[in-house]
């Protein structure tokens, strides 16, 4: 019984996670200079939820993504190569 607990609890681990994830990756690829100062764009996630990114107008130059449940993450980094698209590293984890 405490094997099958085991499996079950990580499952749901392995679920969750994999959610989080996909609410970090899009299927196209946006670089920063896509995005224009003070207008914001509702880009879909891999779960088919809206992201909201848009460039400062109080900070020039600063990009930002907002989900539903958090708000203004900061891209620390934009537009690192990969070999499979482009990554924009931001402060905090995006929950939806």
Not at 60 to 80: H, M, R, Y
């Amino acid at each position: 019984m405490l094997i099958v607990k085991h499996i079950r609890s990580n499952l749901i681990k392995n679920m969750v996670t994999k959610e989080i994830l996909k609410d970090h990756l899009l299927s196209n690829v946006f670089f920063s200079a896509a995005f224009k100062a003070g207008k914001a764009a509702d880009i879909n996630n891999l779960n088919n939820e809206k992201l909201k990114v848009f460039k400062s107008v109080e900070h020039p130059g600063s990009l930002f993504v907002s989900s539903k449940e958090t708000k203004n993450a900061k891209v620390l980094d934009a537009d690192v190569l990969a070999t499979n698209g482009v990554i924009h590293i931001i402060d905090k984890i995006l929950l939806q």
